[in-house]
């Protein structure tokens, strides 16, 4: 069974400053993908950036980078130079191949981020 | 990018009324389709996967007479609570990976998702 941890459930941040949202994980599988999305207060769900756990090189994408730590089994994100805009719940998530294919992505319980101007 | 809609965004029925929740892929055609439940302040609780041409996998404690999925096309997935009743209120979202088979694309895609209001 895979697990997936958060364990801030809110963060305060001065604007322009960086941050990282803590996200470890527990699956025996050996291929796996995490991922990071973003909610905002509207409910839509906003994909931010993917890991597959055979990449090389942490995963960026604009303002957004994931640290991921394989033996560690985390997968930090990090958001510089943060904005208003960056205001939400922070989820990440992992992908599960089950069965016959079939597939389940897992979220964490969540982080709610709040840029302070 | 892809697309996934979701209709409606906000529904309000009487106790005892079933609602059905529609997913659509726009520009993509998704063979599987994923529905998650979220409580408020809540994460997202995945309920079931939907397949095109054959029944959905429900998860474990989701009542499959309760919950209706039927994915009736590639590009269509519909979510019936039935005999809806307060506790049922809750937010629906879909998602489809960007790709058919859905294996490692790096992305998933989200519908806006429907907030069910149960009187």
């Known amino acids: 069974a895979q697990k997936i941890t958060q364990t801030q459930p809110g963060m305060f941040v001065q604007e322009k400053e960086a941050v990282t949202l803590d996200c470890t994980y527990d699956?025996?599988?050996?291929?796996?993908?995490l991922f990071w999305y973003k909610q905002p207060s509207s409910g839509e769900m906003i994909f931010l950036i993917y890991q597959g756990s055979y990449d090389q090189q942490n995963a960026t994408e604009g303002r957004y980078s994931l640290n991921f730590q394989k033996a560690r089994k985390s997968a930090n994100l990090v958001i510089s130079a943060s904005q208003l805009g960056d205001s939400a719940m922070y989820f990440c998530a992992m992908r599960e191949i089950l069965n016959f294919g079939n597939e389940k992505l897992t979220f964490g319980t969540g982080t709610r981020l709040t840029i302070i101007p | 990018g892809a697309v996934v809609s979701q209709h409606p965004s906000w529904v309000i029925c009487k106790s005892g009324t079933s609602v059905k929740i529609e997913c659509r892929s726009l520009d993509f055609q998704a063979t599987t389709m994923f529905w998650y439940r979220q409580f408020p302040k809540q994460s997202l609780m995945l309920m079931a996967t939907s397949n095109e041409g054959s029944k959905a996998t429900y998860e474990q404690g989701v009542e499959k007479d309760k919950f209706l999925i039927n994915h009736a096309s590639l590009t269509l997935s519909t979510l019936t609570v039935t005999s809806a009743h307060p506790e049922d209120s809750s937010f629906y979202i879909c998602?489809?990976?960007?790709?058919?088979?859905?294996?490692?694309?790096?992305?998933?895609?989200f519908g806006e998702g429907s907030r069910l209001t149960v009187l």
């Open positions: 998602s489809a990976p960007s790709q058919g088979s859905g294996r490692y694309t790096g992305e998933l895609f």
């Open positions: 699956t025996s599988d050996p291929s796996y993908g």
